[in-house]
T-cell receptor, first 115, second 121 residues
Framework: AQKVTQAQTEISVVEKEDVTLDCVYETRDTTYYLFWYKQPPSGELVFLIRRNSFDEQNEISGRYSWNFQKSTSSFNFTITASQVVDSAVYFCALRQYNTGNQFYFGTGTSLTVIP | ETGVTQTPRHLVMGMTNKKSLKCEQHLGHNAMYWYKQSAKKPLELMFVYSLEERVENNSVPSRFSPECPNSSHLFLHLHTLQPEDSALYLC????????????????????FGPGTRLTVL
């Protein structure tokens, strides 16, 4: 079964709009780690955030914010006032405590910000 | 050099060739990974090395052979590949640490290299 689901394959927004990228995960572990990565056209995945399962505080970093909801197994990512440089593929990933070597990545959401 | 570097960035090879991909991390990390990224598919974890020991091999065909001579270097040796092996191959590293709490481990984020775009003709 797929452990990380990113249902949105492609999203297009106009510059300055807000956009939320959805991520739903599946795990039986009570301890786990969630990540978001950005992959710009250059190809290199860039780490954005790590969240531990025991820390449900939402986090804001500049125009980026993350909403972690254990009750719905979701870890959504919002970009406020989007910019053209935000255009990239965004990946959500899960790493379980008991099988720590395996990172489970979603299929990614391709975001295009139109000027 | 900083971060994770990969060479070559692009590689075109025939099915009978033998080539190697190289990855080097300059972060002092203790784990390194090979991933395959194909269009419209999730990243596929191929191999994991922790402290130079292979700890994961996800049923990868034997035409892919990893080598980790030390904690900073990782190779992927390729031979008799198939056209469906054409993809972006990504290397990553991470620093995982023991928390000291009942053998617990804190798993940290992976840092990725820019990838090698491989085309098999």
């Amino acid at each position: 079964a797929q452990k990380v689901t990113q249902a949105q394959t492609e999203i297009s927004v106009v510059e300055k709009e807000d956009v939320t990228l959805d991520c739903v995960y599946e795990t039986r572990d009570t301890t786990y780690y969630l990540f978001w990565y950005k992959q710009p056209p250059s190809g290199e995945l860039v780490f954005l955030i790590r969240r531990n399962s025991f820390d449900e505080q939402n986090e804001i970093s500049g125009r980026y914010s993350w909403n972690f909801q254990k009750s719905t197994s979701s870890f959504n990512f919002t970009i406020t006032a989007s910019q053209v440089v935000d255009s990239a593929v965004y990946f959500c990933a899960l790493r379980q405590y008991n099988t720590g070597n395996q990172f489970y990545f979603g299929t990614g959401t391709s975001l295009t910000v139109i000027p | 050099e900083t971060g994770v570097t990969q060479t070559p960035r692009h590689l075109v090879m025939g099915m009978t060739n033998k080539k190697s991909l190289k990855c080097e991390q300059h972060l002092g990390h203790n784990a390194m990974y090979w991933y395959k990224q194909s269009a419209k598919k999730p990243l596929e974890l191929m191999f994991v090395y922790s402290l130079e020991e292979r700890v994961e091999n996800n049923s990868v065909p034997s035409r892919f052979s990893p080598e980790c001579p030390n904690s900073s270097h990782l190779f992927l040796h390729l031979h008799t590949l198939q056209p469906e092996d054409s993809a972006l191959y990504l290397c990553a590293s991470s620093q995982d640490r023991l928390t000291g709490l009942a053998g617990g481990v804190s798993y940290n984020e992976q840092f990725f290299g820019p990838g090698t775009r491989l085309t098999v003709l």
